[in-house]
């Protein structure tokens, strides 16, 4: 039904909303001094409440709904996410015009989206790399058995790109020009096709605009920290998974989702690396959103899912999973 960035720009004096989503997003770095272009939510967590309450309320009025119609809703958030993170997206939601709020934890939402038998005694592994966090889930019987999440993702991509160029070139680049550096250059693997880019940016010495050429070997350089440190997440991931669930990868592989899946032959680097098939989903960037609508057409059927759910199962099990959070 909708599908916007999650930027809103506002008016700094007045606090009043000028523009959401895509067209906000086209605002930042391009704004005067008393517009600013935020986005609300860093590394899967609200930076801001008031702004994060405001989105959701747009978000909801373009999907729909008013205040004679207070939806039941299901909102996706990172694995990793803390009891006050949790909080605050459910009120914000909440004061935001929702009935009531559950809560599903990416990956999860990810492997029903991507069509895959979650409730069968079988390993499913679900790589989801997002905007601001990277999540690695082990999905068998309808639980999570194994989970290793960090707060780094695409965006760490574009400011390690931005990082570079400044360094490397004494050039000033935007949050946008870095993001469409590493669609046009951004690769994983060495085996990649090396090409070139003209790249303009603000010389910091003289302030004047100036031109480079970029290579992907480049861009491949920048972001390999960020890179290795969301591959590393996934090795660990998997080496918490029981024998019987790692022979299944073997046989079933592994299933990419979400924007960062899309860097260029990160599915051919993750391969070599854990020598194991990895599949990229058919629509990675909406993986997740259809999981939730899933949970929401079939709410009763899938409620265990959702956080509080299995928070409430955890107490009352005395048995524990080897999960781990970073």
């Given amino acids: 039904m909708l599908n916007e960035p999650s930027v809103i720009a506002l008016n700094a004096?007045?606090?009043?909303?000028?523009?959401?989503?895509?067209?906000?997003?086209?605002m930042i770095g391009r704004t005067p001094s008393h517009v600013v272009a935020v986005r609300p939510l860093r590394q899967g967590a609200i930076t801001d409440f008031d702004v994060t309450e405001r989105m959701i309320r747009l978000v909801l009025h373009k999907a729909g709904v008013n205040r004679f119609n207070r939806p039941r809703v299901v909102i996706c958030v990172p694995?990793?996410?803390?009891?006050?993170?949790?909080?605050?997206?459910?009120e914000a939601a909440r004061r935001a015009g929702a009935a009531e709020v559950s809560l599903l934890e990416q990956p999860v939402a990810a492997a029903i989206g991507s069509g895959?038998?979650?409730?069968?005694?079988?390993?499913?592994?679900?790589?989801?790399?997002?905007?601001?966090?990277?999540?690695?889930?082990?999905?068998?019987?309808?639980?999570?058995?194994?989970?290793?999440?960090v707060r780094i993702g695409?965006?760490?991509?574009?400011?390690?790109?931005?990082?570079?160029?400044?360094?490397?070139?004494?050039?000033?680049?935007?949050?946008?020009?870095?993001?469409?550096?590493?669609?046009?250059l951004g690769s994983?693997?060495?085996?990649?096709?090396?090409?070139?880019?003209?790249?303009?940016?603000?010389?910091?010495?003289?302030g004047k605009p100036r031109t480079v050429d970029l290579t992907s070997r480049e861009v491949r350089?920048?972001?390999?920290?960020?890179?290795?440190?969301?591959?590393?997440?996934?090795?660990?991931?998997?080496?918490?998974?029981?024998?019987?669930?790692?022979h299944d990868l073997i046989v079933r592989g592994i299933h990419l989702v979400g924007g960062g899946s899309l860097l260029r032959?990160?599915?051919v680097r993750l391969a070599h690396e854990v020598d194991v098939p990895v599949y990229r989903?058919?629509?990675?960037?909406?993986?997740?959103?259809?999981?939730?609508?899933?949970?929401v057409e079939n709410y009763n059927e899938l409620q265990s899912m959702f956080i509080e759910s299995r928070s409430s199962q955890n107490r009352e099990s005395s048995t524990s999973r080897p999960t781990r959070r970073r």
């Fill in 13 to 26: 004096k007045t606090r009043d909303v000028l523009a959401f989503g895509r067209q906000a997003w086209q």
């Fill in 79 to 90: 694995s990793a996410i803390t009891a006050v993170e949790q909080r605050a997206v459910q």
């Fill in 116 to 149: 895959l038998p979650i409730n069968e005694p079988v390993g499913n592994l679900v790589i989801d790399i997002g905007g601001g966090t990277s999540e690695t889930a082990l999905i068998s019987l309808g639980g999570t058995v194994a989970l290793e999440a």
């Fill in 154 to 184: 695409s965006f760490d991509f574009d400011a390690a790109i931005q990082a570079y160029i400044r360094r490397g070139y004494g050039i000033a680049v935007g949050e946008r020009t870095a993001e469409q550096v590493k669609i046009a």
């Fill in 188 to 206: 994983a693997d060495v085996s990649s096709a090396d090409t070139v880019a003209e790249v303009r940016g603000r010389e910091l010495t003289t």
């Fill in 221 to 246: 350089e920048a972001i390999a920290e960020p890179l290795d440190s969301i591959l590393a997440s996934v090795l660990d991931c998997i080496a918490l998974a029981p024998p019987e669930l790692a």
């Fill in 265 to 267: 032959d990160l599915d």
């Fill in 281 to 295: 989903v058919t629509e990675p960037l909406e993986t997740v959103v259809l999981g939730a609508g899933r949970c």
